[in-house]
């Protein structure tokens, strides 16, 4: 059974760096074609991602937000980390981790933590 | 960015068809997806590859369509399908739509 639940301080200031922490189980982020992602969603709006990581210590992310944003793993504490540099209001959402599976030429989310709200403010 | 276009809400009834539809402003192929996310709920995965339905979804639900227009299609809708439908491609980066909101009247 994949399980993946999110972690991260719930409440910080404008500046600071958000760092957030997805613990699964029911898989390993060892096993070829796994990969982790992030996701945020604002209160009442729509979904944004943010990184991936894959099996193989690949990365990526978004563009719009890369020069912000580090992804991270521990394979052996089947965890997964990403870190947001300087935050400010508008980084306050919920943050979702989500197991991704690679399948010939795409890749998708098939399981989904929960999610972990963050707010910034001072 | 690919930028995916969704219309914002929906209404219909129980036991109607429902078609939802989204639409790529440059071709992402086959590399589009599916969410269903209902109210204070992580998104769930309906349909991945454009038309593969994800193991244990009901099979009212159906995706199609290829390059820049895709369809999610609900037949018969229930009442329990009251949620926020977002695609999402995965052929160009990634990106989301901003979602359809669905009602059952």
């Known amino acids: 059974q994949v399980t993946l639940k999110e972690s991260g301080p719930g409440i910080l200031q404008p500046s600071q760096t958000l760092s957030l922490t997805c613990t699964f189980s029911?898989?390993?982020?060892?096993?070829?074609?796994?990969?982790v992602g992030w996701i945020r969603q604002p209160s009442g709006k729509g979904l944004e991602w943010l990184a991936n990581?894959?099996?193989?210590?690949?990365?990526y992310y978004n563009p719009s937000l890369k020069n912000r944003l580090t992804i991270s793993k521990d394979t052996s504490n089947n965890q997964a980390f990403l870190k947001i540099t300087n935050v400010d209001t508008a980084d306050t959402a919920t943050y979702y981790c989500?197991?991704?599976?690679?399948?010939?030429?795409?890749?998708?989310?098939?399981?989904w933590g929960p999610g972990t709200m963050v707010t910034v403010s001072s | 960015d690919t930028v995916l276009t969704q219309s914002p809400a929906l209404a219909v009834s129980p036991g109607e068809r429902v078609t939802i539809s989204c639409r790529a402003s440059?071709?992402?192929?086959?590399?589009m997806h599916w969410y269903q996310q209902k109210p204070g709920q992580q998104p769930k995965l309906l349909i991945y590859?454009?038309?593969n339905l994800e193991s244990g979804v009901p099979a009212r639900f159906s995706g199609s369509g290829s390059g820049t227009d895709f369809t999610l299609t609900i037949d018969p809708v229930e009442a329990d399908d009251t949620a926020t439908y977002f695609c999402?491609?995965?052929?160009?980066?990634?990106?989301f739509g901003s979602g359809t909101k669905l009602e059952i009247k």
């Open positions: 989500a197991r991704i599976l690679m399948a010939t030429a795409y890749w998708y989310f098939d399981f």
């Open positions: 029911g898989f390993s982020l060892s096993t070829y074609g796994m990969g």
């Open positions: 990581i894959w099996w193989d210590d690949d990365k």
């Open positions: 440059e071709s992402v192929s086959t590399g």
């Open positions: 590859g454009a038309s």
């Open positions: 999402q491609q995965s052929w160009n980066d990634l990106t």
